[in-house]
């Protein structure tokens, strides 16, 4: 039997060779050609983060960002919020993409349950891009126009995003997952202008059919003027409406010059592309990202800390409604080709996504916590069954990654391949902590703080720790910072979202831990946020949907980060009077926020409570709650002098210590994992 790994075990050194080819070692000989030498990568990090703007000014030379017009300088204001980038440049993150156009070489790779590995070349991709871009200004989509969509992850929706964001217009997406009321809730707030949608999506060897969603969808979007439809399938099902054009009519048109095509030349921080992260009240937060922030980013982040080059494949599993599919897409500014998959990770076996590794020769490939949890349980060892000739690198990201978890790749895949965890947000669609392939990898641990990014853990007095446990905070701007969010006009949302807790500091909402050597711990939410899988969930979806079951008084929800990779998020509800939870009620539960938001919103349990806890001004107390189940002692966990009903923590002390078996991780516990309810 294999020894458990300790954290912080030595696991991987890169070879000199492999030091002297990494991407790092060239950027560095570069600053050293130009008076700047720095001996370590913590030097250069330092550097980075204090000399902002030497340091994104030799980003923006090395990785040869063009303009149409100069900036006048890298930052015109520094402060958070607020910080200005690069005032007077005019870009387009598109145009960048194009510039990779190759004539006969592969853009990108495509597969799903249905279809096997397809390639779309540079020249193909550029043409309908320039089509669709053509359309959309003969339709009167204008710089600043919303465009929306409601595609699974295939080629047509790189198509249409790039096509969206080359013309100025900004771009936002919901996979087809999404319920009506998840989409609506998202895509009302920005009012858009036209929809590209399809009539469903496949997963785990089942078809879903979304053509009563889209009617919901299409019927409560008063701003759209035009629905382009995608039968993805059926190629014969019936549009949506009589008035939808299919994606086959809009594109079968001339084509349209390269030398003839304009892209829309826009400010550094126009907005490129909406996300939406969770809200614990209201609304989904709707995420403004610019051009510029984006772009030079993600240039930074894949050359330097993902070593990533032209001609290299990279996969990592995601759907068209999770910030990772943004990251993946813009590989294509190095042109790295994308590998899109759409469908279930583990269908119709656990190998899936190994045989579709060696098929397209990735040299990158993504995964989850969550997902090694799932390989090892079905004792899959893809190093044995595999050709992995070309696979460089395996990124771990969208939990807290455990020692046996890092471990695993080097037990079960290479044990000489770069394992570069990362750790980041929607907010910034980027990560703030992560691989640098010039250094060791130890288990559990990540390798480094990104350059440009002044990540540190805060106490609760604003000091920044080492060795403990504190808030992850970013003390300096970056970026790829929102520009704003939407109809937030002052800013106030904003800035409570973020800058609440400590004035001019931006709070992520994580725990983060920072070792002696620079080595980080992302730990889980410090907040009522929701994580499943990677992809954030605001519990103000939960409460809004079962506001509509009528045997649901009241409701509390929270989600654990176990060890192994393992989530847990348990539903706590207050019946009304004289009910009793039955399977009855618990379908209806699960099958409502299946309906109108998405199987992720579907609790692992749902459990029957004699009363929510809540303050003495009325708010529910996930934190705390999240905090006595993970094993804090309550009275630690919560002031229950703050609160309307202090006894009512009693409950879950007492569920917590049933299941603490479980929670801790030991054998033997009591709490199923997902089943049936959580399928999609």
Request: hydrophobic letters at 40%.
């Amino acid at each position: 039997m294999t020894e458990p790994v300790r954290e912080g075990s030595l696991l991987w050194t890169p070879t000199a060779t492999q030091v002297a080819d990494a991407n790092l070692t060239a950027f560095r000989a570069w600053l050293a050609a130009r008076g700047r030498r720095f001996e370590s990568y913590e030097a250069l990090w330092r550097w980075s983060v204090t000399d902002l703007e030497g340091f994104w000014q030799a980003i923006w030379d090395y990785c040869g960002i063009e303009c149409s017009a100069p900036p006048q300088r890298v930052l015109g204001r520094r402060e958070m919020p607020g910080a200005e980038w690069f005032p007077g440049a005019r870009l387009n993150y598109a145009q960048h993409v194009l510039r990779r156009e190759r004539p006969g070489e592969t853009a990108l790779l495509w597969a799903s349950e249905f279809a096997p590995l397809t390639s779309m070349s540079w020249t193909e991709l550029a043409a309908q891009v320039r089509i669709l871009g053509t359309w959309m200004r003969d339709m009167g989509v204008r710089r600043g126009d919303r465009v929306a969509s409601y595609l699974p992850n295939t080629p047509q929706a790189v198509i249409a995003m790039l096509a969206t964001t080359s013309i100025g217009a900004t771009w936002a997406s919901c996979s087809p997952d999404f319920g009506w009321r998840g989409v609506l809730d998202r895509f009302r707030q920005l009012e858009p202008k036209l929809l590209l949608c399809a009539d469903g999506y496949q997963y785990g060897g089942r078809r879903f059919d979304r053509t009563d969603e889209l009617q919901h969808i299409i019927r409560g979007l008063a701003s759209l003027e035009q629905v382009i439809w995608l039968p993805y399938l059926d190629p014969g099902a019936s549009k949506p409406t009589a008035e939808a054009l299919s994606w086959d009519e809009v594109l079968n048109r001339p084509p349209v010059p390269a030398a003839a095509f304009e892209f829309e030349q826009v400010p550094f921080d126009h907005p490129l592309w909406i996300l939406f992260s969770s809200g614990t009240t209201g609304l989904p937060k709707a995420i403004v990202h610019g051009h510029g922030g984006i772009l030079i980013e993600q240039l930074k982040l894949q050359t330097l800390h993902m070593d990533l080059r032209a001609g290299d494949r990279m996969f990592f599993f995601t759907t068209t409604g999770w910030m990772m599919w943004n990251f993946l897409v813009s590989s294509l500014l190095l042109g790295v080709c994308p590998v899109l998959y759409d469908g279930n990770p583990t269908y119709p076996g656990p190998e899936v996504l190994w045989q579709l590794a060696q098929e397209c020769g990735a040299a990158l490939f993504g995964a989850s916590p969550a997902f090694v949890e799932l390989m090892s349980q079905a004792g899959l060892v893809p190093g044995q069954h595999y050709e992995l000739k070309e696979l460089r690198a395996i990124m771990p990201a969208g939990s807290p990654v455990s020692a046996e978890c890092t471990a695993w790749f080097y037990r079960n895949v290479k044990n000489d391949v770069w394992v570069c965890t990362g750790s980041g947000g929607t907010d910034v669609c980027t990560g703030f902590v992560g691989g640098v392939p010039t250094e060791p990898v130890y288990a559990g641990e990540i390798q480094a703080r990104h350059l440009g990014v002044d990540a540190q853990a805060f106490n609760e007095r604003g000091e920044s720790v080492i060795d403990e446990v504190g808030e992850l905070v970013i003390t300096a701007p970056m970026p790829s910072m929102p520009v704003g969010l939407w109809d937030d006009a002052d800013g106030s949302r904003y800035r409570q979202s973020y800058f609440a807790q400590f004035p001019g500091v931006w709070r992520h909402g994580d725990f983060f831990r920072v070792n002696g050597r620079g080595g980080c711990f992302v730990l889980g939410r410090s907040d009522a946020t929701l994580n499943r899988q990677g992809v954030r969930i605001g519990t103000a979806e939960i409460y809004g949907a079962l506001a509509t079951v009528s045997e649901v008084e009241d409701a509390l929800i929270v989600n654990l980060d176990l060890p192994g990779g393992k989530f847990f998020m348990p539903l706590f509800v207050k019946l009304a009077a004289g009910l009793e939870l039955t399977p009855a009620i618990e379908d209806k539960i699960c099958s409502r926020l299946r309906r109108e938001y998405t199987p992720r919103h579907v609790p692992d349990r749902i459990v029957q409570v004699p009363e929510i806890p809540v303050t003495l001004t009325g708010k529910k107390m996930e934190v705390p709650v999240r905090r006595i189940l993970l094993g804090i002692p309550a009275d630690q966990a919560a002031n229950r002098n703050a609160m309307a009903n202090p006894g009512s923590l009693d409950f879950y002390v007492r569920y917590a210590a049933a299941q603490q078996d479980y929670l801790a991780g030991r054998p033997g516990g009591g709490i199923p994992m997902p089943g049936g309810r959580a399928d999609r």
